[in-house]
Structure formats: structure tokens, C-alpha cells
């Protein structure tokens, strides 16, 4: 008779527990995985928890380091400069003007147009990114950074740090505002038509407010109506996908918009001008002077600003499906590696140069390291003079790709300079050329270096310190 109880019929002349008898134990065999049990210490087995932990920086994705992975993407996405040449220069068989709509290639137009600098306008270009990218700068943070270090108690730390906290969701206002706009957006199309109509009031009304400045009334109509409505949505219809990790990002978003108000800011200041320590120097500045000074330091009018704009407006239309796949493609690479270099893992300052100079499209890229530790005076004294290095990707069409490696101490510069084939018969001059511009600028050029490419440099032969990320407490969890 079938065995209805047992998940298959038992076969005639075997006897599984004769099999279990002859099985040995092995105490200490450490290929046996032991039971994970929380609350006891067991024996050491060869139980690993990390995902593709036989993983070194190869194959897929890493899942047991934020660190390893970032590494990997950093060695595996396409250099900005290339993405920008693929999508301007129509290399490599990707021409710009086939499968474009015509507002992306209105957008184009415009970044081509910008492409297009004197000296004067790159050199706003230049300083434009430098401002956008350098959010504590000034004499102000410098002030901070400084009380920060000197500071003996922890409750001024903490307090530094809110100011700061604020400081950053106050500049990052109209990002945010931004992002609650999508997400309600996204949060409509998820729901069905009885309940997204509703919300697509309320997010006109939000958007009503946010054009008028009325920050106070948005967050009323956040906390007590958008927010409680879509809350009522995912428990009444148990949605716990798109709709609920939308209504978790709305929740961080509205708690990043009141803590940027400038109630807020001011209140926090105020906190820090109570200390001894910061009242001299801090119990000057008055309100309005303050917003002023935070409001006008971000160069959020530069030539760079605008730059960014088109080429964020012209990705977001070909991810709309206004370019061909090829133009998706460059753009995704553009955008992976601009998000690569503005990793926390990564510790130097990145810039892009694009532009049109005597009729070659040149797209730069420039990474720079203020605080470059000198190898020869590596563990000598405190005085030994700071040292910057720089290193300059330069893909010249129809030259090739140039890898420009800069270091200054003082008015010392060392320059080595690796050029395509094309250039290298000119390697001489291109040397000579380079010291007459070092010493118009009243710097001593202590060695120039022009060679033949051989392969190019990568990022962390010229900047090894992006491997300190490995001591930090990387894992994922």
C-alpha cells in the first residue's frame, strides 16, 4: 500500500535507515556547516555569510564590500570623456543626429553651441564647477572645521554637525522639492484611477506652493493631507511594493524640507553662537547677513550650471525613448561614471572640460588631490612642504587620447606627459611648449616628460590613497 503520508512511495528493497546507521561522525570536520544558532558560540566551520565571497574585484557584482564594489565600477565604466565624445563626436559608429527626436536634438544643439569658449568663458566654466563642488568652502566652514577639532566637548561637536545637517537640506531645497514632485508623480501612476485622482490634486496644489515659496503651507499639506493619504492607501490595499518604497522616500524627503527651512538654519546658528568657544566670532553676523552669505556662495548661475542642465535635460529625454539605443547607451555610461566620481569612496576632486577650440572637439576630464602625500618625505617632518597632483585626460579628436600627470610643491612642477601616436613625433616641442607656459606663470618647471602612450593611466596609479577606502568598515549588510 502507497505511503500517502511520506512525499514519495517507498522502493522495494531499500531501507533508509540501514544507510543512516552507516553514516560517520565527524566532530570535527570543518566542511559540516554547524546549524546557525544565535545564542551560543558553536565550533569554527567553513560556513561563510558574504555572497560571492571567492570574489577578488572580478566577475559579477560584489555583495559583501560597498568599498570592493565601488572599485570594480571604478575599473569597469567608460571614462566620462569618452561617453561625452560617443555622444558629440559620432566616434566609434554613434552618430548624434540618427533616431533623435527633435527636442533632444534641440538640446543637443544648445550643449554644441556651449561647447564653443574663449579663454575667458573656460575659465568660468572651470571656476563654475569648482564652486558647485565645493559646498563647505569659505571662511565660514573654515571656521567650523577649525572649532570641530579644537573642540572638547562632545555636545559642540553634535551641534556643529546639525548646523551642518541643515545647512545641506537648506542649499539642496529646490533638489528636494524636486524629488517630492516625482515621487508623488510616480506614486499616482502606481495607484488605480480613484485613488490617483485625488492625489494628483493634491500634488498640483504642492506644486502651486512650491512655485509661490510657501514652504510652511507645503508642509502642512504634506504632513496632514498627502502624506496621511497615501498612507491610508498602502494599508487599506496591503500594496507593499512600488507604492510603499515611494511613501518611505516621501518620508525623507519631508523630513530633509523642514529641516532645510530657515527657521531651522537660524535656529542652529544661534545654538552654535551660545558657545564661548564661537560667540567672538560668530556673535557678529546677524541674520540676514547670514542667509545672504549662504544663499550667494554657490555659483548656481555659472556657464558650468547651465552646461549640466542641458546634458541632464537631454539624458533625461533620451531615457524617454526620444534617442536611439545607441544614444541611451552612451548616456547611461555618462551618467555611471559621474556617479562613480562623486562616490564617498572617492577622496579627490573630479572635473570635466568639454569644449571646442580651433575646430577639434576636446573633452577633458581633471582630477585633482590638494593634499597629494610626497613619497620622498612619506614619514619625515611636518614641515615638508604640501604637495597637489593633478592628472589630465584629454581625448583630442581626430589626436587621440593625452594623459597629463602634474605635481606641485611650491612653484616646483613635475609634468609627464604620455601623447597617441600621432603626437609623439612632436614630443620636443610639446615639452618645450609646456616649460614656456610653466614660466609665464612664474612656476619652475623641475622635470617635463613627454613620451609615447603605451596604454593609459589608471586613476589609482596616479591617486594609490583611493585604497585607503579599504580601512574603513566597508562590509554590506
Not at 544643439?109 to 568660468?124: I, T, V
Not at 545647512?167 to 506614486?187: A, C, K, P, W
Not at 589626436?399 to 613625433?425: E, H
Amino acid at each position: 500500500m502507497p505511503e500517502l503520508l511520506g512525499a514519495t512511495n517507498p522502493v522495494p528493497g531499500y531501507d533508509k535507515t540501514t544507510v543512516n546507521r552507516n553514516i560517520t561522525v565527524s566532530p570535527d570536520n570543518t566542511q559540516i556547516q554547524n546549524v546557525p544558532d544565535p545564542s551560543k558560540v558553536v565550533r569554527a566551520d567553513g560556513r561563510t555569510e558574504q555572497q560571492d565571497s571567492n570574489l577578488q574585484g572580478d566577475g559579477g557584482i560584489r555583495y559583501d564590500s560597498n568599498f570592493q564594489t565601488f572599485l570594480q565600477r571604478l575599473r569597469d565604466t567608460p571614462s566620462l570623456a569618452d561617453s561625452l565624445s560617443r555622444i558629440f563626436s559620432g566616434r566609434e559608429g554613434i552618430v548624434v543626429s540618427s533616431g533623435l527626436s527633435a527636442g533632444i536634438a534641440e538640446e543637443m544643439g544648445r550643449l554644441l553651441e556651449m561647447l564653443r569658449m574663449d579663454e575667458s568663458q573656460l575659465l568660468d566654466f572651470l571656476q563654475g564647477q569648482f564652486k558647485t563642488g565645493t559646498r563647505f568652502g569659505g571662511a565660514l566652514f573654515a571656521l567650523l572645521r577649525s572649532a570641530y577639532a579644537r573642540a572638547a566637548s562632545e555636545g559642540v561637536r553634535t551641534d556643529i554637525l546639525q548646523f551642518l545637517k541643515a545647512y545641506v537640506d537648506f542649499d539642496s531645497t529646490t533638489h528636494i522639492e524636486g524629488n517630492l514632485l516625482r515621487d508623488l508623480q510616480s506614486m499616482a501612476d502606481a495607484m488605480p484611477a480613484s485613488w490617483a485622482e485625488k492625489l494628483r490634486d493634491l500634488t498640483a496644489q504642492l506644486q502651486n506652493g512650491i512655485a509661490a515659496g510657501n514652504r510652511q503651507g507645503n508642509l502642512q499639506l504634506l504632513q496632514r493631507e498627502i502624506f496621511p493619504y497615501m498612507s491610508s492607501y498602502v494599508e487599506r490595499t496591503h500594496d507593499m511594493g512600488t507604492p510603499r518604497a515611494l511613501l518611505t522616500m516621501l518620508a525623507l524627503n519631508v523630513a530633509r524640507y523642514e529641516n532645510g527651512s530657515e527657521e531651522k538654519l537660524l535656529e542652529g546658528f544661534h545654538q552654535l553662537s551660545g558657545y564661548g568657544t564661537l560667540k567672538g566670532q560668530l556673535g557678529g553676523i546677524d541674520d540676514q547677513s547670514l542667509l545672504l552669505l549662504l544663499k550667494n556662495r554657490g555659483g548656481g548661475d555659472s556657464k558650468a550650471v547651465e552646461f549640466s542642465n542641458h546634458l541632464a535635460s537631454a539624458a533625461a529625454r533620451a531615457f524617454r525613448g526620444e534617442g536611439s539605443a545607441e544614444v541611451q547607451q552612451a548616456f547611461q555610461n555618462l551618467i555611471a561614471a559621474m556617479l562613480v566620481n562623486e562616490s564617498v569612496y572617492m577622496p579627490i576632486n573630479h572635473y570635466l572640460l568639454p569644449l571646442e577650440w580651433d575646430g577639434r572637439m576636446l573633452f577633458s576630464e581633471l582630477w585633482v588631490d590638494p593634499n597629494a602625500e610626497d613619497e620622498q618625505n612619506r614619514g619625515g617632518d611636518g614641515g615638508a612642504r604640501n604637495t597637489m597632483r593633478f592628472l589630465f585626460k584629454m581625448d583630442v579628436q581626430g589626436l587621440g587620447l593625452f594623459d597629463v600627470i602634474l605635481a606641485a610643491q611650491g612653484t616646483d612642477v613635475d609634468v609627464q606627459i604620455a601623447c597617441p601616436d600621432k603626437a609623439a613625433p612632436f614630443s620636443k616641442q610639446i615639452g618645450d611648449a609646456v616649460s614656456q607656459i610653466l614660466a609665464r606663470n612664474d612656476l619652475r618647471p623641475a622635470r617635463v616628460a613627454v613620451r609615447r602612450m603605451d596604454r593609459p593611466v589608471t586613476l589609482t596609479e596616479v591617486f594609490p590613497k583611493i585604497f585607503e577606502g579599504k580601512n574603513s568598515i566597508n562590509v554590506k549588510i
